[in-house]
């Protein structure tokens, strides 16, 4: 029943039973939205894109480990891991265990915000998913699948949590400090690049044929998903403010500036030093720019957010296409998407110009304080003779980079270990050499020839041809 005090307003205005006064019919609207698009990132986006960006025989493999994970993301989130991460403090690092199920909770107004809890629980799950499909793809083509089965329960449970309280629970101890992470450069992007990294030095390689050569079985529906991912990326970013606000707006305009002058640099780094203009390159390219802008998005400038996407275009293309080839360590773990590349070093690299750029007044806009010592970027204290309080964000961001690095190779390494000690993490070699035929008794193609007749790919891998073909010349870097 309609309350009499609201009588004066419109019918479809008034609140009721079914819409209370402290919520916002058009904020809940765009943060289900937002959270929609974020989900279709997963499924459908990375789905395709990693059955499509792999070997023929590891279609389905790749493709299913993203789609189980999405599943299996839910279903623990709404069980655990949601209040383990936004819940009650348990310790400053960690909330309580609680379900988030019965309708007390979930038709409750969110921490702060006018949407109910049940739409947070969701957009927060589609964060958390996503991040699990990225670990996956630095395991593509050998881990075990009922390996992967527990992996990700349990990396949801003792490492997400932790980095997603930390950061983003008001409770959490680099919340309090100030850390700038406006919609998971640290939380989802780096998290990712580093657990998948490490996971993949305890699975281990794939098998040698594979790693020698790797080319897609389909760049055009390569392209499909990550056209998805891309424009995906509009709710990741634009629903972090969680209001359809002006904050909103600019965080989503400098998400599509950043990532399409990282696409641009990449590619004419491919022409200039490989010689030729890649597809897989220039999606490499968009990949990095929207990781890039992803923690700094809503709290700097469109030109900062251009000066980020020629960083995020260069400096992940260095690592992966000169230094990968030159460091031990890069050389002896086989990354097969490069996630460490493109998710760690552009995490990190965003984590660090989202201190220097961030404006104070933009930083305000989006954590809605007006404490003037917090989200000063390292720029705007030197302009505004506040050079204390940016030197203190940058080393707050540092601290973070730091804190998410040891959390994740710490736990992943101890995550893997203990599953195998029951199953083995690597696929059997009878597996590898059959694909998906020996793993699932499913094929991807039932009228195509097999993959390996066309050998006039130019494409080993996401890093290139070099190391076997020779069809291009070494970085003249």
């Known amino acids: 029943m309609?309350?009499?005090?609201?009588?004066?307003?419109?019918?479809?205005?008034?609140?009721?039973?079914?819409?209370?006064?402290?919520?916002?019919?058009?904020?809940?609207?765009?943060?289900?939205?937002?959270?929609?698009?974020?989900?279709?990132?997963?499924?459908?986006?990375?789905?395709?894109?990693?059955?499509?960006?792999?070997?023929?025989?590891?279609?389905?493999?790749s493709a299913f480990m993203a789609l189980y994970a999405f599943a299996a993301v839910l279903v623990c989130w709404v069980g655990w891991g949601y209040q383990m991460s936004f819940g009650h403090t348990l310790v400053p690092f960690l909330g309580k265990i609680d379900d988030a199920l019965d309708q007390h909770v979930l038709l409750k107004q969110a921490f702060a915000y006018k949407f109910p809890n049940a739409t947070m629980v969701f957009f927060q799950f589609v964060f958390a998913a996503i991040t699990l499909i990225l670990i996956a793809g630095a395991l593509l083509g050998r881990m075990n699948f009922i390996a992967w089965m527990l992996f990700v329960p349990l990396w949801l449970t003792f490492s997400y949590t932790i980095g997603a309280f930390s950061i983003w629970c008001p409770d959490g101890w680099l919340y309090k400090m100030g850390l700038i992470d406006y919609s998971g450069g640290f939380v989802i992007h780096l998290s990712s690049g580093v657990a998948g990294f490490t996971a993949a030095y305890w699975v281990g390689p794939r098998a040698t044929r594979d790693r020698e050569r790797f080319p897609p079985n389909n760049i055009l529906l390569m392209l499909a998903g990550a056209g998805i991912l891309w424009m995906g990326w509009t709710g990741f970013n634009g629903g972090?403010?969680?209001?359809?606000?002006?904050?909103?707006?600019?965080?989503?305009?400098?998400?599509?500036?950043?990532?399409?002058?990282?696409?641009?640099?990449?590619?004419?780094?491919?022409?200039?030093?490989?010689?030729?203009?890649?597809?897989?390159?220039?999606?490499?390219?968009?990949?990095?720019?929207?990781?890039?802008?992803?923690?700094?998005?809503?709290v700097v400038q469109g030109w900062a957010a251009i000066i980020m996407g020629l960083f995020s275009g260069c400096i992940p293309w260095f690592t992966m296409m000169v230094l990968h080839k030159k460091i031990w360590l890069l050389k002896q773990v086989d990354d097969t998407m490069a996630v460490f590349h493109t998710h760690a070093v552009a995490g990190s690299l965003g984590g660090l110009l989202a201190g220097f750029f961030a404006n104070p007044k933009l930083g305000r806009l989006f954590y809605?304080?007006?404490?003037?010592?917090?989200?000063?970027?390292?720029?705007?204290?030197?302009?505004?003779?506040?050079?204390?309080?940016?030197?203190?964000?940058?080393?707050?961001?540092?601290?973070?980079?730091v804190f998410i690095i040891g959390l994740n190779v710490v736990v992943t390494s101890l995550i893997c270990l203990l599953i195998r000690l029951r199953i083995p993490l690597r696929l059997s070699e009878e597996e590898l050499n059959g694909g998906d035929d020996s793993v699932h008794g499913e094929e991807a193609y039932a009228l195509w020839g097999d993959g390996e007749k066309f050998e006039k790919s130019v494409h080993n891998s996401v890093y290139g041809v070099e190391e076997l073909g020779k069809n291009r010349s070494e970085p003249n870097v």
């Open 240 to 298: 972090d403010p969680y209001m359809a606000s002006i904050d909103a707006s600019l965080a989503v305009l400098n998400t599509h500036i950043c990532a399409a002058t990282s696409l641009l640099t990449w590619l004419l780094l491919d022409i200039l030093f490989l010689g030729k203009p890649s597809v897989i390159g220039a999606t490499q390219g968009m990949i990095t720019g929207l990781v890039c802008i992803t923690p700094a998005a809503g």
């Open 368 to 401: 809605m304080v007006d404490n003037w010592q917090h989200y000063i970027g390292l720029a705007y204290g030197f302009h505004n003779g506040r050079v204390g309080a940016g030197f203190k964000q940058m080393g707050i961001q540092i601290l973070g980079i």
């Open 2 to 61: 309609a309350d009499p005090k609201y009588a004066w307003l419109p019918s479809n205005l008034q609140p009721d039973d079914a819409n209370p006064d402290w919520m916002n019919k058009g904020d809940n609207a765009w943060q289900l939205t937002a959270a929609t698009l974020v989900g279709l990132q997963s499924v459908p986006g990375l789905v395709i894109l990693y059955g499509s960006i792999v070997k023929k025989k590891w279609a389905v493999n």
